[in-house]
């Protein structure tokens, strides 16, 4: 039997993880490999902002806060937890967000988030705001994990993960990535092993349908990050920029090596391009795996919500005890 202690560490692992990951990756966002090489030879190893948005050390790029946007909605779900998440994802849009002056704009949004949000400040309707099939960027991937630290119910939990997903990133391969990666995480919160977890993730991807989803896992499961960076040659069909199944594939790579979270996780942000958010995504499952004890101190001790976080694992965690 999992011990408490064991399992809200593991929980707020995951949640800190995405916020490491995001937060170091931020330094060299949009660089390419060969930039990161000269500049970082041995990797970014600290948390230290700058980036092209010069964010301060540890701050929330749109990774972390809209985690933060789906976290709160399980903690405070309203009438329905999709809505809920959508307002949430509209009030870091407008500007009613910590950290920010009231009403002013977030320093960066995808283009299919943007999309999303502004069709459901139209409508008031989250069913039907996402950009549908051809946009299938990473946007939703980046922020899906409260779902399975919130939901113990397999089948619920797979539709609220693609329901979230759809408020801005309706595509398949984005749902289906995001009920995929919060098996994964669900499973690892459990204490299976990192192995079992990705065949459980790629599982319920062809159950979904999802071939390409599929695809991706099975190619995360052959890449190993430490070659990649050596290289800088990935194969990915967007070479890491963004492209949902891209950072799906990345992630499973990084949860399958078996080194510790920090010398994953850099190597991740290494490989170069969209390094935030492949970060926080492969950050997210290093940190199921691991728990909140490994990630270094000095990261922890800068990152923005890092308080709020804990405390929201502890609750969930706890919400999740009584049910069982």
């Known amino acids: 039997m999992l011990t408490s202690w064991f399992m809200s560490d593991r929980y707020a ?42 964010w301060p050390a540890g701050h929330a790029t749109d990774d972390t806060d809209m985690t933060r946007a789906v976290l709160l909605a399980y903690l405070d779900p309203g009438e329905d937890v999709v809505l809920t998440a959508a307002r949430n994802m509209l009030d870091w849009l407008e500007g009613r967000w910590p950290g920010r002056v009231e009403g002013k704009p977030p320093r960066d949004v995808g283009r299919a988030t943007l999309t999303g949000l502004k069709k459901f400040a139209k409508t008031g309707d989250a069913t039907s705001s996402g950009c549908g ?14 779902t399975a630290l919130a939901v113990r119910d397999r089948a619920r939990r797979i539709d609220d993960s693609m329901r979230i997903s ?6 398949p391969r984005c749902t289906i990535s995001c009920a995929a990666y919060n098996e994964i995480v669900s499973s690892l919160l459990e204490g299976r092993p990192a192995e079992e977890s990705v065949e459980i993730g790629q599982t319920t991807a062809r159950e979904l349908g ?10 995360g499961r052959h890449l190993l990050p430490a070659m990649l960076v050596r290289t800088g040659q990935t194969f990915l069909e967007d070479d890491a920029a963004g492209y949902v199944l891209d950072s799906l594939s990345l992630a499973v790579a990084a949860v399958l090596d078996t ?15 969209d390094t935030d958010s492949n970060g926080a995504i492969a950050g997210g499952l290093l940190g199921a795996r691991d728990g909140a004890e490994a990630i270094p101190p000095q990261w922890m001790d800068v990152l923005q919500f890092a308080d709020e976080f804990r405390a929201a ?8 005890s009584r049910r069982d």
Not at 38 to 47: A, Q
Not at 210 to 219: N, R
Request: glycine fraction near 16%; hydrophobic fraction near 40%; charge should be negative.
């Open 13 to 54: 692992g995951a949640l800190l993880g995405v916020h490491a990951g995001d937060a170091l990756g931020s330094t060299v966002e949009f660089s390419p490999w060969s930039d990161i090489q000269t500049r970082y030879p041995e990797g970014v190893r600290e948390i230290v902002g700058g980036g092209p948005f010069h």
């Open 133 to 146: 099939p051809g946009q299938a960027g990473n946007g939703s991937l980046m922020r899906c994990l409260p």
């Open 166 to 171: 759809a408020i801005t990133h309706a595509d």
């Open 210 to 219: 999802g071939q390409a989803v599929v695809d991706a896992i099975g190619y």
């Open 259 to 273: 080194r510790p979270l920090p010398d994953v996780l850099i190597d991740i942000v290494r490989i170069g391009n």
């Open 313 to 320: 694992a502890a609750k969930l965690n706890l919400q999740g």
